[in-house]
């Protein structure tokens, strides 16, 4: 059979049932068997949207994403989601179409041989697990094979597998081939890894000596699978728990152990819980600045640090852990899970969390009454939502706010991008997200400034007959950029102001045939999201915020992670730091 034929075969045999992609005279072969076999190839309009869809398929599917381009700039083009996909470890199958052999520039002493001839699989190595040109037809079930295993085994990432369009549609025997699976290569990486009995019993002797304790989720949680072992956990230990960004969607946040978001931006209370803890078991969360500050020593000054992480690279890396287990988080829980002590609900510990939680949960900025303020746009939005709905998130402030201010319930996946952070993400993930599972309904939550990147995916949504609900913050301007440069660079808002302006976003949706409305009053919100809930197709709101509402709290680069801006009193934050030695905290 035709390479690009047994490619196609390879796609459907490894379950997926479907890819995005952008036509390209290179990718021909590739295209035609996918048309030849009625796999479906879904059309975008700028393949930085197919790698985006891809990582939205990946999550949505629980198989790999796939994303397929022409050569040159259509490869090119794929470079921000493919770094997106590895930030964010998503099993991501990139394919790409290359110029035939004999136009190859070999030995790299041209600047260029064939037509839109681009040596994508260099420039993308340090952002894949894996990339590889297959110039030889005969290495092609080997290398096929090769990359799917290395995308969904250990940390998942993306892969590149590059194809010269004569080697497409070169003829093969793929059973002839020698294949990678049962190799020696495949032997060697197929190792599995298990906590040892030794470090097993550590963490339950740590687990019950713990007077405060607290569990930190990451994006790991989702990654490995581990959403049911994880919330059993809770419900055996009665511990408290808090979550990174990318972890948000881990467990219920109506749990009424959860204790919100960390970092730089999360909610105060939730870092003074940190803070606060003796005990804290972080499972699949990087404990990277954006986690625990600038300011790492002071991250958690009285606790014992458990870190469980698939990538040993990760562990260690940031602050001093007690315990470091370099395994699949499932797995470590499903071994612990039957050696785990009894233990009771820590009432003085708890009774803090709340007085915390309940002084620190509310918004910390004023807003003119009739004006709207994002936080309560997005809580109205998380009050509709229903329990199986996919929330996707662009970049920007509006991140941070969704963040703060959406509850998620059982069954929700929140999609957002805490690792490239690239605007413009939110429209094509929720496509890819919601064409991979059509039973759910679907939100992409924007600012003005990310929806305006790829706002031509409007029309991949009308084609498809996609059902998105569109929500844009819009302060018509880049905010986070604008609270920045106004804390650092005198008030010169060059860029983000300055020289930035957006469109009539009611217009631009109408003339994509998509329901829009804009709102702007306060008084008008609550009807304007139920009109937008109620559209049975797609449907756009546009909601004016103002300018000036900045993401706060917001940790300072000079101070530990628990002392946010707006800075509280030097009596306030002793109270709140109850459990911490003065002399980690004071300034």
């Given amino acids: 059979m035709k390479v690009s034929d047994y490619v196609v075969e390879c796609l459907t045999a490894n379950g997926i049932s479907h890819g995005f992609f952008i036509i390209g005279g290179a990718l021909g072969y590739l295209a035609d068997s996918c048309a030849c076999k009625n796999f479906k190839l879904y059309t975008m309009h700028h393949e930085q949207s197919t790698s985006f869809a891809a990582e939205g398929q990946a999550v949505v599917s629980k198989k790999p994403g796939l994303a397929m381009a022409t050569s040159g700039p259509g490869a090119t083009n794929l470079i921000t989601g493919i770094g997106s996909a590895f930030y964010a470890s998503l099993p991501v199958i990139f394919i790409t179409g290359q110029v035939n052999t004999f136009e190859s520039n070999v030995t790299g002493k041209r600047r260029q041989v064939g037509f839109q001839e681009t040596d994508i699989v260099s420039i993308v190595r340090p952002i894949t697990k894996y990339a590889v040109r297959i110039s030889d037809p005969a290495k092609t079930r080997y290398e096929i094979e090769k990359a799917f295993f290395i995308a969904t085994h250990g940390r998942n990432g993306p892969v590149l597998l590059d194809f010269p369009f004569d080697v497409q549609k070169a003829e093969i025997t793929p059973d002839a081939q020698a294949g990678f699976l049962g190799s020696a290569e495949h032997a060697a990486m197929n190792k599995p890894r298990n906590a040892t009995t030794s470090q097993i019993s550590k963490f339950t002797s740590l687990l019950a000596e713990a007077k405060r304790p607290m569990l930190l989720l990451g994006h790991g949680v989702r990654l490995s699978g581990a959403t ?50 003796d005990l804290i078991i972080v499972l699949g969360a990087r404990l990277d600045s954006r986690q625990v500050g ?74 003119g009454h009739l004006k ?15 329990e199986r709905d996919i929330v996707s998130v662009d970049v920007g402030s509006h991140q941070m706010w969704f963040a703060q201010s959406w509850k998620v319930k059982k069954g929700q996946i929140v999609l957002t991008n805490g690792g490239m952070g690239p605007m413009g993400c939110a429209v094509p993930t929720a496509i890819g997200a919601w064409l991979s599972d059509t039973s759910r309904r679907v939100w992409a939550v924007c600012g003005d400034g990310g929806f305006q990147i790829n706002i031509q995916e409007l029309q991949t949504i009308v084609r498809n007959k996609i059902p998105m609900k569109i929500i844009i913050i819009n302060n018509n301007s880049l905010g986070m950029l604008t609270q920045f440069q106004t804390e650092n660079f005198e008030g010169r808002l060059i860029g983000s102001v300055d020289g930035y302006d957006a469109p009539d976003f009611v217009k631009v949706a109408n003339a994509y045939g998509i329901p829009a409305r804009m709102v702007e009053k306060s008084s008008e919100l609550e009807e304007a999201i139920k009109w937008l809930s109620g559209n049975n197709g797609p449907a756009l709101l546009d909601i004016k915020v103002p300018v000036t509402y900045w993401t706060l709290p917001k940790a300072s680069y000079a101070r530990p992670v628990y002392d946010m801006k707006p800075f509280l009193s030097e009596q306030e934050l002793k109270e709140a730091l109850k459990y911490v030695p003065q002399d980690n905290w004071k300034k």
Avoid: C
Avoid at 315 to 330: F, M, P, Q, T
Avoid at 372 to 386: D, F, Q, R, T, Y
């Fill in 372 to 386: 709207i303020s994002p936080n309560k746009a997005i809580e109205v939005v998380s009050a509709v939502a229903g």
């Fill in 294 to 367: 600038v300011q790492a020593a002071k991250f958690a000054p009285a606790a014992k640090i458990v870190h469980v992480d698939i990538d040993e690279y990760e562990l260690g890396a940031s602050v001093r852990e007690e315990l470091s287990i370099n395994v699949d988080i499932k797995n470590f829980l499903k071994q612990t899970m039957d050696a785990l002590p009894k233990m009771e609900v820590k009432t003085e510990w708890i009774s803090h969390l709340n007085v915390l939680k309940e002084k620190y949960e509310h918004h910390e900025q004023k807003i």
């Fill in 228 to 277: 049911y072992e994880v919330e059993l956990f809770i419900t055996k230990t009665k511990i408290p728990f808090v979550a990174s960004l990318m972890g948000t969607d881990a467990v219920e946040n109506y749990n009424p152990l959860y204790y919100g978001f960390i970092g730089t931006y999360g909610q105060r209370y939730s870092n003074l819980a940190l803070a606060n803890a």
